[in-house]
């Protein structure tokens, strides 16, 4: 921050906001100073009040907006400002896919990868009903002030509980199973987990639909193996969640920002629930990885298919596989297809999966992709193509070493997070050639985005 524009907290002062920032915020320049400002659009003139000052840049909220923008809408969800899971429910559809792909824009300014300003930033592929996709709940458990049970997100940048009932995004299924076992854990008074004392049971409740077969999997986190009234809490789901084809019991017992612990349970019903993608089946255990939003899944990976443009006589790797998901839909057209992923649940998901759909030329391993892909190499088995969907960190950079080296010929970057796409990128464009970035909105509302990236060896 220039020292000679200093700015106090609780300051007030007029801001033109010029575009979003990453995280969905307004951003503003006084005196110099960038100003992010939860909640304001570009083109908004607003009162803003500093919240924090940091040393590159200023914080404020909005205490009146001047000049609204003609793209601002109300936002239809009641918690919205208090739950911060949605980033973007204040600004019209098509405003956030152009944002999204402004996502993509700033970091590639940011981190400058070989040839960016060349590169093409196709529009971002979105929803035709932008509500309602997410398949997956995994609302935190906790008893209020008035010792009522509620579950929920937690506030953004705080430790509070929102309790949520109706969440816009959601599936009406998971929202229907929180909704009924949150009220069974109330009725039946079995112990909700105190995180300051860490004492009681049930700490998160995790409901998944299998969207095409509309089967539903419930999975308890529990702060213990025990779980009082098992016998009867069992005996109510199975009365009014009829639906429900799986329950564990997952346990962890650690003070951890990481919901799911390494043990699972089996309560009732099959361990996994079946979901379909296209054509493929797909078995996911509790702690199978598969992508939120179905309905761009298909979208993304037609994306991926698209720009992999897998050959017959082609070998391909599929990094990060979790139970397959990609790889397996592309094995129809390859050669060989071997994948790899650190959980060995996920592992043997994606082995079962391919067992099911009668592929005999896929092979997966337990291990880190930065450790297996050299050893494969040096046993022989060189990859024609690669598709690595990594989780927010993004790409290990063992395995950015171990990529160029192998320097399989062509390459797909599937990306849930732009900042990290462009730190890879930096790196990865010496060696490949960035044929161009696909947006595709997998989270409306949010300030998320997923980006399929076509690269090619030079």
């Not at 929920?152 to 599936?171: A, M």
């Not at 720009?307 to 082609?314: G, R, S, V, W, Y």
């Not at 990529?403 to 849930?416: D, E, L, N």
């Amino acid at each position: 921050m220039n020292p000679e524009h200093t700015i106090e907290i609780g300051q007030r002062f007029p801001l033109t906001i010029k575009r979003l920032g990453i995280n969905g915020e307004g951003i503003g320049y006084y005196k110099r100073t960038i100003v992010f400002v939860k909640g304001a659009l570009p083109e908004e003139e607003v009162v803003a009040e500093v919240t924090e000052i940091m040393p590159r840049f200023a914080t404020a909220t909005i205490k009146k907006i001047r000049k609204p923008s003609k793209n601002r809408v109300t936002p239809p969800c009641e918690v919205y400002e208090a739950c911060g899971g949605c980033q973007l429910q204040h600004l019209s559809y098509n405003k956030q896919l152009d944002f999204k792909r402004d996502m993509v824009l700033q970091s590639l300014e940011k981190f400058k990868p070989v040839g960016f300003e060349e590169f093409d930033i196709r529009p971002t592929i979105g929803m035709d009903d932008p509500w309602r996709y997410r398949n997956k709940a995994q609302f935190q458990v906790r008893k209020n002030e008035d010792d009522k049970v509620i579950a929920g997100l937690y506030g953004e940048g705080s430790h509070k509980l929102v309790n949520i009932d109706n969440c816009l995004v959601q599936r009406p299924e998971t929202t229907k199973t929180v909704n009924i076992v949150k009220q069974l854990l109330s009725d039946l008074d079995i112990p909700i987990y105190d995180e300051v004392k860490h004492s009681g049971i049930i700490k998160t409740i995790v409901a998944r639909v299998g969207i095409e077969t509309g089967e539903v999997q419930l999975v308890l986190v529990t702060n213990s193996k025990k779980l009082p009234k098992k016998k009867q809490f069992l005996e109510q789901v199975k009365l009014q969640l009829p639906e429900i084809v799986s329950i564990m019991q997952n346990v962890n017992q650690e003070k951890t920002s990481l919901v799911m612990g390494e043990e699972t349970i089996h309560l009732a019903g099959k361990e996994s629930l079946t979901e379909k993608l296209d054509t493929l089946e797909f078995d996911l255990s509790a702690r199978a990885f598969f992508q939120l939003n179905p309905i761009q899944t298909n979208v993304l990976y037609d994306e991926a298919r698209k720009a992999l443009d897998l050959q017959k006589d082609e070998t391909l790797v599929d990094a990060y596989c979790g139970v397959g998901t990609i790889g397996l839909s592309l094995a129809k057209d390859a050669k060989e297809v071997r994948g790899m992923d650190t959980i060995p649940e996920a592992i043997a998901d994606a082995k079962e999966n391919a067992i099911k759909m009668g592929f005999d030329h896929v092979r997966y391993e337990v291990g880190k992709a930065e450790s297996l892909l050299p050893l494969w190499l040096k046993r022989g088995f060189k990859p024609d193509a690669l598709v690595v969907d990594p989780p927010r960190t993004g790409l290990d950079p063992e395995l950015i070493k171990a990529i160029v080296k192998a320097k399989p010929k062509k390459m797909v970057y599937i990306s849930c997070n732009p900042s990290t796409l462009g730190r890879d990128l930096e790196k990865l464009s010496r060696s490949y050639k960035v044929d161009y970035l696909q947006s595709v909105d997998m989270f409306p509302q949010t300030a998320r985005c997923e980006v399929v990236v076509k690269l090619t060896a030079k």
